[in-house]
C-alpha cells in the first residue's frame, strides 16, 4: 500500500483544515488507518485513528472535540478535519495504515503500523 497525505497548509489560529490520505496499489478497505504529527526535535505521536469499517476512531485527548476522523473505503481515502486549530497543533502529519487488526484500538503506537505516507506540513500561526 502506498499512501499519500495531502491537506495541509498555513491557516490561523482557530481555523481548520482537512488532510487526506489517498491510498494506492491497495484496497484500504481492510485496514486500521492512523493520524500520526511530528513537531520539530519531538517523537512522532499520535493523532487518530479508525477502523476499517469506521465504527470505531479514537483520538489523543489534545483533539478530542476538535479533530474528527472519517474515511470511504469505495475512495480508498481517510480524512482528517481539523478544527479550532491551535498553535501547538504545528507539526508535519503523516497517515499510516495496517491490515487485520483483530484487536481494540486506540492503535497509538507507531509500531502498529506497516505503512507510512510522507507527511504533509501543518503550520498554525497565532
Known amino acids: 500500500v502506498q499512501l499519500q497525505a495531502s491537506g495541509g497548509g498555513l491557516v490561523q489560529a482557530g481555523g481548520s483544515l482537512r488532510l487526506s490520505c489517498t491510498a494506492s496499489?491497495?484496497?484500504?478497505?481492510?485496514?486500521?488507518v492512523g493520524w500520526f504529527r511530528q513537531a520539530p526535535g519531538s517523537e512522532r505521536d499520535f493523532v487518530a485513528s479508525?477502523?476499517?469499517?469506521?465504527?470505531?476512531?479514537y483520538f489523543v485527548d489534545s483533539v478530542k472535540g476538535r479533530f474528527t476522523i472519517s474515511r470511504d473505503n469505495a475512495k480508498n481515502m481517510v480524512y482528517l478535519q481539523m478544527n479550532g486549530l491551535r498553535p501547538e497543533d504545528t507539526a508535519v502529519y503523516y497517515c499510516?495504515?495496517?491490515?487485520?487488526?483483530?484487536?481494540?484500538?486506540?492503535?497509538?503506537?507507531?509500531?502498529?503500523?506497516?505503512?507510512w505516507g510522507q507527511g504533509t506540513q501543518v503550520t498554525v500561526s497565532s
Open positions: 496499489g491497495r484496497t484500504l478497505s481492510r485496514h486500521v
Open positions: 499510516a495504515a495496517r491490515s487485520y487488526i483483530y484487536y481494540s484500538g486506540p492503535y497509538s503506537s507507531t509500531l502498529e503500523y506497516d505503512y
Open positions: 479508525i477502523t476499517w469499517a469506521g465504527g470505531s476512531t
